[in-house]
């Protein structure tokens, strides 16, 4: 049995969501907390394989109560928010920042047409998070990790040929991209393309959150328009994002790759297809293997492919598959992923 907290000041939301729970037989809900302040007295007697973390909340809110958690008694924590206040969704992604693994908006009741959707993401999304171990959050502690000498890479390839970077991420991947965008110089020579799986309605201010909190120009993609060098572009809710034989990114409602719109592979293909050996592809963490197969084709058109190695992902899947297919020119941790991109596209 997976063993839930539901941590929830509204009567009606704890309800909703413990009735959804209840719905698969792996999962039982052991206890709802109306606060932050109540769910961290509880988790010792609960003793909670995983937790479902509202961020608006009297007295102590799911932001602060991530945080002390992750610092102290360390679970997977899923924020499940219902609002798309600014406020409110910068501290979700504080939240992810300081821990939690996955956001999610909060299912609407039965009768929506949307209610069987994120019922179902909800309960998929708790099974695979109870599989997770994680560590304890010591942010002030972290020590950056020196990126290695590239021989082999600075031999056949100078900074100047790489016209693109093209970036895909899905669960525990909004902490990473945060970090590989704080860490990069604002004067790179190529765009960054960037398919992060999120749920829907939060992507605007994910992005308005890497802006704010990075330092780097990010933004949510414009059909047609050309991507600048040293801005970070990302595919929007429910439609692939591609770069044309013009270079203008092209936004499409195509049927998804992998059960996915937008698709990771979709992005590395057009990209493949496009810039060759001029480009380079970065996969991350992620659950399934959505762009494994199309970072082999990038690494197959001369493209300098890049997964995030296992020791520092949330789940090991889409990087797992890219390495099992051969496709991982390098496998290395988000600092030095960073100081490689910085090696290979700074201006």
Known sequence: MIRVLIVEDS???????????????????????????????????????VITMDIHMPKLNGFD??????ESNPLPIIIVSGSYNVLDTDKSFRAIEAGALAILRKPIGPGHPDYQSDAAELIRTVKT???????????????????????????RITPDKIRVVAIGASTGGPAI???????????????????????????????????????????????GEYPAP?????????????????HRIIL??????????????RLFRSVAETFGSNAMGVLLTGMGRDGAADLKLMRDKGAVTVVQNEESSIIFGMPG????????????PPEQIAGLLEQLVKR
């Open 321 to 332: 598959e890219a390495v099992r297919l051969g496709a991982a020119e390098y496998i290395l």
């Open 252 to 265: 499409t409602g195509e049927e998804p790759e992998n059960g996915l719109r937008p698709s990771v592979s």
């Open 230 to 246: 040293g801005h970070a572009y990302f595919a929007p809710d429910g439609l692939h994002m591609l770069v044309g034989r013009d």
């Open 129 to 155: 998070m109870s599989e997770i171990k994680v560590v304890k959050r010591w942010p002030q502690l972290r020590k950056a990790v020196p990126v290695p000498p590239l021989p082999i890479i600075a031999a």
């Open 11 to 49: 009567l009606v939301e704890q309800q909703l969501l413990a009735h959804i729970l209840s719905t698969d037989p792996r999962i039982t809900v052991v206890g709802i907390a109306n606060d932050g302040e109540m769910a961290l007295s509880s988790l010792e007697r609960l003793k909670p394989d």
């Open 177 to 223: 991209i945060q970090e590989i965008l704080s860490a990069l110089p604002k004067n790179l020579s190529a765009p960054l393309l960037v398919v992060q799986h999120m749920a829907s309605g939060f992507m605007d201010n994910f992005v308005k959150w890497l802006c704010a909190t990075t330092g780097f120009p990010s933004h949510i993609a414009v059909n």
């Open 65 to 70: 109560t991530t945080r002390r958690i992750m």
